[in-house]
């Protein structure tokens, strides 16, 4: 076993571990890469701009008492934490633009990865959430 790496006898075991983790790093831990989103996170004011486009729909997805104390105007309500959510999704056209809110972003951007799941393209998720719209709420 003399490649340069071997030791002793007693450091028998130490020369396989470091075999070991030697083929085994290029692989093991791919779980700390992240994977590529599959919407665009996006500040209040270009959220703004795409609402006054025809082709969007705005989802809210906090729970109805959220939405009683304050919505984006226009925004329909489908509360993420709802049995039903992926029926609702389901029966929405996938060819729109879709702009997702929730209270801090976090919700919101659930919601677009389960919509990128289902095979909608368009999907762009308020940055922040509503605690950082600076306009108008109904």
């Not at 919407?39 to 809210?60: A, K, Q, R």
């Not at 109805?64 to 999704?89: A, H, P, V």
């Not at 729109?96 to 809110?101: A, F, H, N, Q």
């Amino acid at each position: 076993f003399d490649n340069g790496k071997s030791f002793s006898a007693g450091g028998y075991a130490i020369f396989l571990a470091s075999e070991l983790f030697e083929s085994v790093d290029c692989f093991c831990f791919d779980f700390f890469k992240t994977k590529p989103k599959n919407y665009e996170d996006i500040p209040s004011g270009v959220f703004h701009e795409l609402m006054l486009n025809p082709s969007t729909v705005i989802l809210d997805v906090r729970t109805s008492g959220e939405n009683q104390s304050g919505k984006i105007r226009n925004s329909k309500n489908l509360d993420i934490m709802s049995r039903d959510f992926k029926l609702k999704i389901n029966e929405l056209p996938k060819d729109k633009t879709y702009l997702v809110y929730c209270r801090s972003g976090n919700r919101s951007a659930q919601a677009c990865e389960i919509m990128a799941e289902m095979g909608f393209k368009k999907l762009k998720n308020l940055s922040g959430g509503i605690m950082r719209w600076p306009f108008e709420l109904v």
